[in-house]
Every structure is written in C-alpha cells, then in structure tokens.
C-alpha cells in the first residue's frame, strides 16, 4: 500500500503538467478567439474604406461646383463692403451630419460653436446633424431653436437645403435674428480639413452697404437677393461638410484597418510564442516523467 504523502506526491506530479497544459489551452484558445475578432473587425473597416473611397470623388464634386456658386454670391457682400452692424440677437448654424466613424470631424465643429456661444451666450443655435446636437445640448440646450436630422444622408441637394433655409428664414423672423453665422468643416484635401465660419447677411445689412449704390437694381431683388444667398451659402457649406466627412471617414477607416493588420500580427506572434511555450513544457513533463521511472 502506498503511504498518504507518496500518494499526495503522485498526485502532485499527474495535476501540476496537466493544470499548465489546461491554463495553456485556455490562453491559446483566448488569443484564437481575439485574432479571429479583430480580423472581422479589420474586414469591416477595409469595406468602409473602400466605400468612403467611392463616395469622396461624388461628394467632391458637389463640393467643388456648390463652392463656385456661394463665392460668387458672397462676391457681392465683399464688394459692397456689408458688414455686421452690432448685432444684438446672433444666430450660429452648425453643419454636421448623424453618422460617425469619421475621426474628429463632428467634435471640432462643436468646439467652434462653443468658443463663439462663450462670448455670445445669448445667440439662437440652428443644427444639422445629431452628432453636434447631442454634444451642444450639455451645456446649451436652452439655445437650440431648431434641429435638422437626415440632412444630406446620401448627397447634398439644393432643394432639401433649400427648403431648411425657408425654415430657418421663418424661425429667425421670429426670434428677431439681426445677424448669422455658419459652422462647418471646408475641405482642403483629401487628408486635411479646416473648421471655419462664413457670415450671412440680412436684407437690413445688405440695404446698409457702404458701395451698394454701384448696382443698379429693381424695386424688390434686394430681398430676393438675400433670400437666395443665404440659401445658397448654406448648401456651400453642407456640401464642403459632406465632402470633408467622407474624406475623414476614408482616413479613419484606413488608419482603422491598418491598426487591426498590427494587432493581428501581434497576436499571432504571442499565439505562435505560447504554443511553443505549452509544447516545449509538455516534452519537458514527458522526459522528466520518463527519467522519474
């Protein structure tokens, strides 16, 4: 009969390989399970990517073709030298959009409207897009007076731009709005983007212009004129913030994918690492055993 500590010894030496051989398992099992999930995530964002990369020359498009149209509109107010009066009851219109994925692009938009609303806390928001909705409604939610979801979900348009405008001519009549502002991400190149404002003008400013007597013009274009103008600017302005987001999301997706190729590559070197660790310690358990006999 064996003794109680031979059998606690023998005990000892069958559980102590097999427990590292199942901890092993485990491990390497874990790290299967990581790699094959990141390899997912990878194929998703190199789809992305490649989608993105279809849209960017579209969007760039409507881009460039809007922008042509809101300079040679706003050519008039620098030429005419309008200018804000002091303006008592601003109004500041964010452009964004609800979809995500595409870096900071969102985020640097709410930060220009925050800068501008801690000197004029009193100024009427306008917003396009969920994502700078939700981020100014933390500390000025009081300030929004109209929101626009689903704005450009597939390609800037000048009717739905058109007909937000009418909208926000409406809501701006009725708060008593004496100047306005717009938010939004201008597209410089495909990598880059810059977060600026352009002013609208009112047809009280316009009427004020310093050289605005060098146009000869009929009893009532002025208005039209200022109603088509704002209008036109804010499709300028939704469609450089379209074409910066897909520019963004392109980058974001491809910096995506080539993080996840590097986590791969980590991970298959710490899984190729264990095994050969839980293999080698496996032949050493078998020769010491062997040796033990």
């Not at 938010?183 to 495909?190: E, P, V």
Request: charged share 20%.
């Amino acid at each position: 009969m064996f003794s109680t500590a031979a059998s606690a010894k023998a005990v000892s030496f069958l559980a102590g390989p097999l427990s590292t051989q199942t901890a092993g398992m485990a491990t390497l099992k874990e790290i299967q399970i990581r790699r094959r999930s990141v390899q997912n995530i990878g194929k998703i964002t190199k789809s992305m990517k490649m989608i993105a990369s279809t849209k960017v020359p579209k969007a760039q498009k409507i881009m460039e073709s809007a922008r042509v149209y809101g300079a040679a509109s706003n050519g008039l107010f620098q030429h005419a030298q309008t200018d804000f009066a002091d303006s008592k009851k601003p109004l500041v219109i964010a452009i964004s959009s609800d979809r995500g994925l595409c870096g900071g692009i969102h985020s640097s938009v709410s930060k220009a409207m925050k800068a501008d609303l801690r000197k004029n806390p009193e100024s009427t928001v306008v917003v396009l897009g969920q994502k700078v909705k939700i981020q100014l409604s933390r500390e000025y939610r009081d300030n929004i007076a109209l929101h626009f979801e689903q704005v450009a979900k597939t390609i800037p348009t000048w009717d739905e731009t058109a007909a937000i405008a009418d909208i926000i001519l409406e809501k701006a009549k009725e708060e008593g709005v004496d100047s306005a502002k717009i938010f939004y991400n201008k597209f410089k190149t495909i990598i880059a983007f810059e977060t600026t404002s352009i002013p609208t003008f009112t047809l009280e400013a316009l009427e004020a212009s310093p050289k605005l007597s060098t146009y000869e013009y009929d009893d009532g274009v002025l208005a039209n004129f200022a109603q088509f103008a704002f209008a036109n600017t804010l499709y300028w302005a939704v469609a450089e913030g379209n074409a910066s987001e897909m520019a963004a999301k392109r980058t974001a997706m491809e910096n995506a994918t080539k993080n996840a190729g590097e986590v791969i590559a980590k991970l298959t070197l710490t899984f190729n690492r264990t095994r050969q660790a839980a293999i080698t310690n496996e032949l050493i358990d078998i020769i010491v055993g062997a040796s033990a006999m």
